[in-house]
């Protein structure tokens, strides 16, 4: 599994230590790492166990795409699309993509700074596919619906399915994952941050 980092922390706070792109705003504050609940190979195989899971949903990976959230989801999306192309291999993979949901999100005028969306990439239609969209924390869930708003605006999936790496729970929307790495509780106060690499538990200082 290639290894990239991921953000510091959940995409849904407004104080979090974030990558500075996303929504103009700039690291401040530095994160300070307390537990490590995840190494790199137990994500290695919770990964693998998701790639199981969305192959035993979907019975096939014939129509299957895998959308990664920019910036988190990118790099478990394509860690899962590795894992489902060596649970079964398929004539040139799993087709990957990466979606951007800046200006879908309901607080967009409550964020300060502007707003610097990353790029989406979706190389491949989404009508009548099954979308598995990926992220690598679930908070709110103001992010994903986002998302969703974001993958729509390409086409009309049949389905849309949710994998994340790992639920911390505080969910403010009623959604939630069709596959998951780890629930995590955690206080609100806390927070994550998640890279290929280990899963961490800590506080922004």
Do not use: W
Request: glycine share 8%; charged share 25%; aromatic share 4%.
């Amino acid at each position: 599994m290639t290894t990239t980092p991921g953000p510091a922390s959940d995409h849904d706070t407004p104080d979090e230590s974030i990558d500075s792109n996303v929504f103009g705003r700039r690291q401040q504050r530095a994160f300070v790492a307390r537990t490590l609940v995840l190494t790199g190979e137990e994500i290695q195989r919770a990964v693998r166990r998701m790639g199981h899971e969305i192959l035993e949903r979907n019975a096939s990976l014939d129509d299957v795409v895998v959308i990664g959230l920019e910036r988190g989801g990118v790099p478990i999306a394509r860690a899962i699309a590795a894992a489902l192309d060596q649970i079964e291999p398929t004539a040139g993979g799993v087709p990957v993509g990466s979606v951007d949901a800046s200006f879908h999100r309901d607080d967009l005028g409550s964020q300060p700074g502007s707003i610097i969306p990353a790029v989406t990439q979706l190389p491949f239609a989404v009508d009548d596919r099954h979308v598995v969209l990926c992220d690598d924390v679930l908070f709110t869930g103001r992010t994903v619906r986002a998302a969703l708003d974001a993958v729509t605006d390409f086409g009309r999936p049949r389905s849309i399915q949710l994998a994340v790496l790992v639920d911390r729970g505080h969910r403010e929307l009623p959604i939630r994952p069709d596959y998951v790495g780890k629930n995590l509780p955690t206080a609100r106060n806390e927070s994550v941050r998640v890279s290929l690499d280990g899963v961490e538990i800590g506080e922004l200082t």
